[in-house]
């Protein structure tokens, strides 16, 4: 009811609008951590990327922004300049944990996953390990050797790649589920389909999983995952570029149903001359006698100056 | 005259009307039409007609209508008073455009101008009255823009009937006049009494004229700006005198649509890629993509990116 709004001072970061899963929200039992944010290392960009903890770090989650131009939330009697919507969701914490396997098991050694799960930049992430997946799954991506009631692991591609196959086709059935559409549109012009329809439709779907989970893996863990589902290499946009338009050059004209001589002769590649705009043109005619040319003005001082 | 059903939800457009007079649908009528509050910052804009059998012209003139302009308001109230009792042959109809209707109609994506708003007024209150029988054949109208063009329209809108534009021709027809003073009584009535339907507090009703020369108006509009929502439903926020104070005044407020750059500047605010950067010679996009990493599109067609911060 008051005539004049008081205006709040410019904070940016002291609200969200958060879309989370009651688990991530849910009180703390006795004892337990409240649910945080955390930075940890992004294993797809190695940057740091914001993730939440759940309370007693059980779960993990990871956090993406819905974030577009011109957006603003009108939230109770306020306005919020920050039109992001913030999405929790669950994530698998084993994500995370395989970089710093991959790392470690490139000594080749057995050893205990807290010895390797270290991180100067973000030591949050020994909290991964009491996430209630985290020990339970390592053995998807390692090997383990248990002496007697310490484990000991040890990366292993080949389990991994089996983890990621799984992990992609279970994204294509949730991809199906959900009606993603996952065809290539407009790169398809360059696709030049072989196989059948339904074949293709699932190498779509396989190739569209394997994108979503390549955002949360390394790029060579990405490609070799590329090879192991046995999805032919993306072409990269240079090698799609159909081959160069400049035909060789002959002196014979071309035997074609339709006139291409006039292309064919060598100086081809010289440039038309510059058009003009309807401006420039007008300009053109324009008197210029007893007129300064522009650099004129720029010319080291003196003459103009002294005047 | 009652203006109730106007008040009751003054923001949108809403139509008055008097009882149509029996002998407007036997006899040959003419018909007038006027508007008041084009100018001002403040308040609906009204547009009238008023129609009387042809062979009745002179009974109008016995009224002593005049151009609303040259009368005070008590003239014209009075005026009204009359016209309004000579229900026998003097039906009336009022276009009420509430100054929220000119503001989102001005300014909507798609650009609805004052003009084009008028003359829809004056067509809609012309059909209006030819669908409740008034036999028309003569329409005097003041002009809005160049008197030929609107006359060119209006003639052909409605075939069969003389339609005259002219300048000021309030002052020529009696019965232009009186839709001008139906209008102006109405225009009055409406932004004396504004019925504010937001939950303003205590808001000073000492708005003045409502034109933008005023200087209460002037003051006005600068004591009742609010830095987030700008002004009550009474302001029109298509006029320039508003666009200058929210501009001056008030939070920016940036709109999908308020950039006018257009081509590869604007595509590369937006993070887009321009069609016209696939035709340029060397592959400065390839480049981009082998440095940075790219997101795949199920996250980029949703626009969900990763946070580094909250």
């Keep these: 009811m008051t005539t004049k709004k008081k205006r709040t001072p410019h904070s940016q970061n002291d609200r969200w609008v958060v879309v989370a899963a009651d688990s991530a929200v849910e009180t703390p039992k006795k004892d337990d951590s409240d649910p945080t944010f955390i930075r940890l290392r992004n294993p797809s960009t190695d940057a740091a990327s914001l993730y939440l903890l759940g309370s007693g770090d059980v779960q993990l989650y990871e956090v993406k922004a819905f974030n577009e131009d011109f957006h603003s939330w009108f939230i109770g009697q306020t306005v919020q300049r920050d039109g992001r919507l913030l999405y929790v969701t669950p994530m698998d914490p084993l994500y995370l944990l395989l970089p710093y396997l991959i790392k470690a098991g490139k000594e080749g050694k057995f050893q205990p996953v807290d010895q390797v799960v270290m991180d100067e930049d973000f030591p949050a992430c020994t909290r991964l390990l009491s996430c209630t997946r985290s020990q339970a799954s390592l053995y998807h991506v390692a090997e383990e050797k248990e002496v007697g009631s310490l484990k000991f692991q040890r990366y292993s591609q080949e389990r991994t790649m089996e983890w990621l196959k799984k992990k992609a086709e279970r994204t294509v059935k949730t991809l199906r589920k959900s009606n993603i559409s996952v065809g290539e549109g407009v790169k398809s012009t360059t696709y030049v389909r072989v196989k059948q329809e339904s074949e293709t439709q699932e190498e779509d779907y396989l190739r569209y999983a394997h994108g979503l989970i390549s955002e949360y893996i390394s790029e060579d863990l990405s490609k070799a995952l590329l090879k192991h589902l046995q999805l032919p290499e993306h072409s990269s946009p240079k090698e799609v570029e159909p081959p160069s338009k400049k035909r060789k050059l002959t002196d014979k004209p071309l035997e074609a149903g339709e006139d291409y001589t006039k292309f064919n002769i060598s100086d081809f590649s010289r440039k038309p001359p510059k058009k003009m705009s309807s401006a420039q043109k007008a300009l053109a005619k324009v008197d210029k006698t007893g007129m300064k040319s522009m650099s004129a003005f720029f010319s080291p001082k003196g003459k103009a100056e002294n005047k | ?310």
């Excluded at chain 2, 937006?270 to 340029?280: G, R, V, W």
């Design chain 2, 1 to 310: 005259m009652d203006l109730g059903e106007f008040e009751a939800d003054n923001s949108v457009s809403c139509r008055l009307a008097s009882a149509i007079p029996d002998v407007c649908k036997t006899e040959d009528c003419c018909l007038g039409i006027d508007e008041a509050g084009r100018g001002p910052v403040l308040g609906p804009m009204v547009y009238g007609i008023c129609f009387c059998p042809v062979a009745k012209k002179e009974d109008l003139k016995d009224l002593k209508v005049a151009d609303s302009k040259t009368l005070t308001e008590a003239q014209r109230e009075d005026l009204f008073r009359k016209l309004d009792e000579a229900k026998s042959f003097v039906g009336w109809a009022l276009q009420i455009l509430s100054p929220n209707t000119i503001s989102t109609s001005m300014l909507q994506r798609s650009k609805y101008n004052l003009n084009a708003l008028s003359h829809d007024a004056a067509i809609g209150l012309v059909q209006f009255a030819l669908d409740s029988g008034v036999q028309l054949k003569e329409v005097f109208v003041d002009t809005v823009g160049p008197a030929e063009k609107y006359q060119e329209k209006l003639s052909q809108r409605f075939p069969g009937v003389e339609v005259t534009v002219r300048p000021k021709a309030d002052s020529l027809f009696p019965i232009v006049s009186a839709a001008s003073i139906c209008a102006k009584v109405a225009r009055d009535h409406s932004v004396k009494d504004w019925n504010f339907p937001e939950d303003l507090g205590e808001v000073d009703a000492d708005y003045g004229s409502g034109y933008p020369s005023d200087p209460k108006t002037k003051a006005w509009l600068l004591k009742e700006l609010d830095p987030v929502f700008g002004y009550p439903q009474f302001v029109r926020f298509s006029w320039s005198t508003t666009q200058t104070l929210l501009d001056s005044k008030a939070v920016t407020v940036h709109w999908d649509d308020d950039d006018e750059e257009d081509g590869e500047k604007a595509a590369a605010r937006q993070n887009n890629t321009s069609m016209l950067s696939y035709f340029k010679a060397g592959s400065k996009t390839s480049a981009q993509q082998s440095n940075t990493h790219q997101t795949h599109r199920f996250f980029t067609e949703r626009r969900l990116r990763s946070l580094a911060t909250l």
